[in-house]
Every structure is written in structure tokens, then in C-alpha cells.
């Protein structure tokens, strides 16, 4: 595996990215052209981190003719064959872990303990698929007269997956994991404000052993994107990111009727009852809030106190985020780090500012923030904010903000606050904090969502199945069940005896 990009210095500030971030054929491939260069930002100095050059047409054509290639050969393996090639894939993964998680750092603006966090589920998401790949096995069905059916779990073919900046490497993991433990290729188009950490997941699955090609790396944005959805060697598309790109990967894709995983934007809604552990709920909140600076599709952005304890809750979650440690992502002190960018910062500021002219009340934060050291000075920082004095009805309780910001609202009853929590055209995922094991169950049976968290939020252990309900999106990602989202079933009929005809 090429080392330079991993072994570049490690620290906030210094990296300049100069290698090609494409990949098939087994190898990093310079852009054809560069009319069409973007810059990509380091996050916590705002400095040109590198240049991302987006696939055209032909980039495009060669990367899923290449996956396709490697997807005749790694189809026909048996389970325990590509079982034996992913977990060699996680172990090297496991053994880099600390150098991937710098980059993914300089590259995405959050905190390296963070980072670290999420390089280990990376691996952890393809041992465990790779443990489910011998297991892909059919049914046996007898039937009349010595006849019988049976069915074979096949693969696709090749898969697109498309990733979004909050979560770069552990996407491509997530995605590729099962898609490769199902006999399928991958071609992965990463964020195009995160374009450099894929291309390592790419190395690493050809160090491991995979066929060439079988998980291949094309950068670029929306055209980039079309031509992927488009394109007839294509089998399936998962696609992780917002609301309207996702409806556009949808349409795209069904011209030619293929496969669609879509993981969308959610509102979710955190509901803290008078009988929790407060301790436990506050806890909670922040968690649900504040990773990745509030960059989380399934963050609990609505949090719903139940009105005997708002102002204990309020006093304790203002107290604890007002000392979040704010600043350089690569010290692991820091437990917040930059905004992907100046326009998401930009943007989230002024979701705060709406906030105020509805009438909410901003309890701390939601200021831009700049660190005392010289050099992240140009770096999208901002202090984690609480609102209160929030209603359904406003901006900033009703639309996805995606950063640091925590909306606070009272409720009475729990069939009052079910039905608010449930008025919102989201579901991803949701969070009920309470002592009442009666009530924690009804609460998470009501409540629409693809994931309901009891006493916790934001755990995502790779064995359990992750996806939304409603414009949340479909499909799932991570458990068994992922299986049946890249794979396809086939029946065989065998008939023992003689053909019985109408003819």
C-alpha cells in the first residue's frame, strides 16, 4: 500500500494533499482534466487542504467497468473465501487506525477522539460482515409428487455508494462492508468536501487481497453523482445525505429501475421525562446535540422536557456546554471541533439568528468562536448553542440545522408529547429518557422513527440496522438485514417427474 499520504506531518495546519484521490484498476488515477478543479478546505484553518477534481464521463465508465471486472471474479468466490480477504482488510485497517483518524480530522474538522471512534467501527463493520459472508445461504422447498424449489442469494453486480462529509471513511465502510460480503463491486464517490480518506479505504481492501477494482474511488459532485445514478452498469445506489439529493438520486435511478438505499436527514425528537436520571438524560442531550459539531443526520435536535424539570434540565445542560472544550481537532482535549465549511458555518449562524427573531431565547452560544491559537484563526468554529423558549412552529425546531445547535421545549403529557414529536415530515431516529419500563416501550412503539434509543442516544453498534422512516429515507444499513439490501433472491423449480400440460 502507498504510505506518502498517511506518513504526510500530522498536525493542524501543515498537510497539503498533492496525490491523486481517484481509484480503480488497482491504483490512484490522476484526473483526466483539471478545468474543473475545486478547492477542498481544512476545516479548522480554512487553509486549501488539496484540489478535488471531479470525474467526467469516461473516469466514470473506466471506474464501473473496472468494479465490474473484479466483480466476476469476486462473485464467484465462496463465502469463506471473501471472509478471509475482509477481515485481513480489518485488521490493517485496525493497525493504521491512529493515521487514518489524523487525516479524517484535517480533513473533516472533527475532534481526533472522535475520529478514532469511528476508524474503529470502519473495521468493525467489515469484520463483521465479513463473518456473515459464508453464511449466505437459501431455502429448501419440497413440493408435489417429488418435485421441489429451492432459492440462491446472489449478488447484484455493481453497487454505487455515495458518502457524505460527516462521516467519510466510516461510510465508505459502511457501505462497502456488506456490499462486498454479498459478492457485489463498489464504486464510491466520497463528499466532495471530503474527498481524501476513501482512497485509503481503497488501498487497504487491495492490500487485502480483493480482485482489482472491486472497490473503486471517483470524486466529484452532483454531475458526477448523475452519471453514476445514469449509468446502465449499475445495479443499485446507496446514498447517504439530504432530503432533496436523495429525492434526485431516486428519480435518476429509477429511469433504469435500479436498487436504492436512501439514509436522509431526520429532526429528531429527544423526549426527557419528570421519572429520568437526570444525570443520565443531560447526558444524553449533549450527546444527541453536539458530536461532529452537531453535523449528525440522527442527532435528537428537538429535545422535549417534560415541564416539572425544565429548569433543573436547563441549568445543567447550559452549565455543561458552556465548558465544551472548543478548538484544535487534533488535540485530544478538544471535544469540538470546526464546521465542514464557511458556508455551513455561515448558514447554522443564521438558523441561530431566525431563531432569536422567532422569539427564541439563546441560553449560551451560537456565536462564531475563534481559538486563541494564530493558526485557526481562519478556522469555522462556532460555540455550541442551547435554545429555549422554543415552539413546533419555528425555523429552527421544524428544519434540519446540521451544527451545534440544541432546541429546548416543554411538554406536559405523553400522549401530548408523542403526537408533537411524530408532527414532523422526519423520522430517523428518536430518544426517550424515563424510569418507567412500561412507558419506555409504549413511548418507542409510538414514536415514527427507524431507530428509538431508551435511556442513551447516537450508539450505533454496526449489528443492529440503521435507516429512517418517512422522508428519512428507506433501506437499511449495518445487521443482518443489510444483507437483503444487496443481494437478490432467485427460485429454482426442479420437476423429478414428467410435465403435466394443458397442451
Known amino acids: 500500500m502507498e504510505q506518502s499520504t498517511l506518513d504526510l506531518p500530522g498536525t493542524t495546519g501543515t498537510m497539503v494533499v498533492t496525490e491523486p484521490l481517484n481509484f480503480w484498476g488497482g491504483q490512484r488515477v490522476k484526473p483526466r482534466q483539471q478545468a474543473n478543479a475545486e478547492p ?46 475482509m477481515l485481513e482488510a480489518a485488521r490493517i485497517i485496525r493497525e493504521k487506525r491512529d493515521k487514518i483518524a489524523k487525516l479524517e480530522v484535517i480533513n473533516n474538522g472533527k475532534s481526533i477522539t472522535e ?125 447517504t445525505g439530504s432530503v432533496p439529493t436523495g429525492k434526485k438520486v431516486m428519480e435518476m ?56 424539570i425544565m429548569p433543573q434540565f436547563l441549568e445543567e445542560v447550559v452549565k455543561r456546554t458552556k465548558v465544551i472544550p472548543v478548538g484544535d481537532p487534533l488535540l485530544d482535549d478538544t471535544r469540538m471541533g470546526a464546521l465542514i465549511s464557511k458556508p455551513q458555518l455561515d448558514k447554522v449562524l443564521a438558523y441561530v439568528n431566525q431563531a432569536k427573531k422567532e422569539g427564541a431565547r439563546v441560553l449560551c452560544g451560537g456565536d462564531p468562536f475563534v481559538p486563541s491559537d494564530p493558526k485557526l484563526k481562519g478556522g469555522y468554529f462556532m460555540s455550541p448553542c442551547v435554545l429555549d423558549n422554543c415552539r413546533d412552529d419555528m425555523t429552527c425546531v421544524k428544519e434540519e440545522i446540521f451544527g451545534p445547535v440544541m432546541s429546548v421545549l416543554p411538554f406536559d403529557t405523553e400522549e401530548e408529547v408523542i403526537q408533537r414529536a411524530n408532527n414532523s415530515p422526519f423520522g430517523l431516529a428518536s430518544g426517550v429518557f424515563t424510569r418507567d419500563i412500561s412507558r419506555a416501550h409504549r413511548v418507542a412503539e409510538n414514536l415514527q ?30 445487521g443482518q438485514v443489510t444483507i437483503e439490501y444487496y443481494s437478490q433472491l432467485k427460485t429454482v423449480v426442479v420437476e423429478m417427474g414428467d410435465v403435466d400440460s394443458l397442451f
Open 253 to 308: 435511478s429509477a429511469k433504469s429501475v435500479k436498487h436504492v438505499t436512501l439514509e436522509l436527514g431526520g429532526k429528531s425528537p429527544l423526549l426527557i421525562f419528570k421519572d429520568c436520571e437526570l444525570e443520565n438524560a443531560v447526558k444524553g442531550a449533549l450527546m444527541a446535540n453536539f458530536l461532529t459539531q452537531g453535523q449528525v443526520c440522527c442527532n435528537g435536535t428537538r429535545v422535549y422536557v417534560q415541564r416539572e
Open 40 to 85: 477542498v478546505f481544512e476545516p479548522a484553518t480554512g487553509r486549501v487542504l488539496c484540489q478535488m477534481f471531479p470525474c467526467g464521463s469516461e473516469e466514470v465508465d473506466e471506474a464501473i467497468k473496472s468494479a465490474h471486472s473484479a466483480y466476476l471474479k469476486w462473485s464467484k468466490m465462496a463465502g469463506m473465501e471473501r471472509a478471509r480477504i
Open 449 to 478: 422513527a427507524g431507530t428509538c434509543f431508551i435511556n442513551n442516544y447516537n450508539i450505533s453498534p454496526v449489528e443492529v440496522p440503521f435507516g429512517g422512516y418517512k422522508m428519512s429515507g428507506f433501506g437499511r444499513e449495518n
Open 115 to 239: 475520529a478514532v471512534v469511528d476508524i474503529d467501527v470502519a473495521w468493525q463493520c467489515i469484520e463483521y460482515y465479513a463473518g456473515m459472508a459464508a453464511t449466505l445461504a437459501g431455502q429448501h422447498v419440497q413440493l408435489p409428487g417429488g418435485a421441489f424449489a429451492y432459492t440462491r442469494r446472489e449478488a447484484l453486480g455493481v453497487c454505487v455508494g455515495i458518502g457524505a462529509f460527516n462521516y467519510p471513511f466510516q461510510i465508505a465502510a459502511w457501505k462497502s462492508a456488506p456490499a462486498l460480503a454479498c459478492g457485489n463491486a463498489m464504486v464510491f464517490k466520497p463528499s466532495p468536501m471530503t474527498p481524501v480518506t476513501a482512497v485509503l479505504l481503497a488501498e487497504i481492501y487491495k492490500e487485502a487481497g480483493v480482485p482489482e477494482g472491486l472497490f473503486c474511488v471517483v470524486q466529484g459532485g452532483a454531475d458526477t453523482g448523475s452519471l453514476l445514478c445514469h449509468h446502465p452498469g449499475v445495479a443499485k445506489v446507496s446514498f
